[in-house]
């Protein structure tokens, strides 16, 4: 049995004065919604349940549940005051239940075979990047296991929004964020500083991926751009 989450809480504000009135995830890309294209990835793992964490404009989300046999829905009431740590604990019960992938939503998949790669692990899917990188990046230890996420690395993956945990890791995410929440300073944390601080329990390797087959879009420009690319 495997889940999945796709976080689409978020208010989008560097995509304005698009998302003024549409969440940044329903935003089309070569006329499909972004989040469409990770849902349409995922069912070629024939995952059991996927889960929407909404929050900006969530009910725009609503058609999706109809769409698509498999999508729920779950309200993040705490969206506009915390940082992405808020979408997996109200979806950390989904964590307890089984192997579970966490995506972003603002994402172009363009290659859907990239789940129908065998797993045998927990891991963060990531692109090689030479040089500097300002975004998050992953570093690893001789044995291949990731030893920090976070920002800012030189000749190192990046982060490109999708991650795997099977069942014993999700369980141990699961905990942790509930742990953390609440407590001093939640309130800026992103759910990977979470797994940052946790590295020691969470066995995590690195699956690549191209950055054709996996596109983040935080800019107008940056959507303008992938809307040539893959016209």
């Known amino acids: 049995m495997t889940n999945a989450i796709i976080m689409a809480s978020g208010l989008g504000t560097r995509m304005r004065p698009l998302t003024q009135k549409i969440p940044k995830p329903l935003i089309k890309v070569n006329n499909i919604p972004m989040i469409e294209t990770v849902i349409n990835a995922l069912l070629q793992r024939n995952p059991s349940n996927i889960y929407v964490v909404a929050g900006y404009l969530g009910e725009q989300f609503n058609y999706l549940t109809d769409k698509y046999a498999n999508v729920s829905i779950i309200k993040n009431p705490d969206y506009e005051k915390v940082n992405n740590i808020s979408s997996i604990y109200y979806a950390k019960d989904v964590l307890k239940q089984s192997d579970c992938f966490i995506c972003e939503a603002d994402l172009y998949i363009s ?33 291949g296991f990731i030893s920090r996420v976070g920002k800012y690395g030189t000749d190192c993956y990046n982060m490109v929004g999708i991650s795997y945990f099977m069942d014993k890791d999700s369980l141990i995410l699961s905990e942790a964020i509930e742990k953390t929440y609440n407590t001093e300073g939640y309130e800026s944390l992103f759910w990977d500083d979470v797994v940052n601080m946790n590295l020691d329990k969470l066995k995590l390797k690195i699956h690549p991926v191209n950055d054709s087959q996996i596109i983040e879009i935080d800019t107008v420009e940056e959507l303008e751009a992938v809307n040539k690319r893959f016209l």
Do not use: H, P, Q
Request: charged content about 25%.
């Open 111 to 143: 290659d859907t075979t990239i789940f129908k790669t065998e797993l045998n692990r927990s891991c963060y899917f990531g692109k090689m990047v030479k040089g500097y990188s300002a975004d998050w990046v992953f570093e690893t230890s001789e044995n």
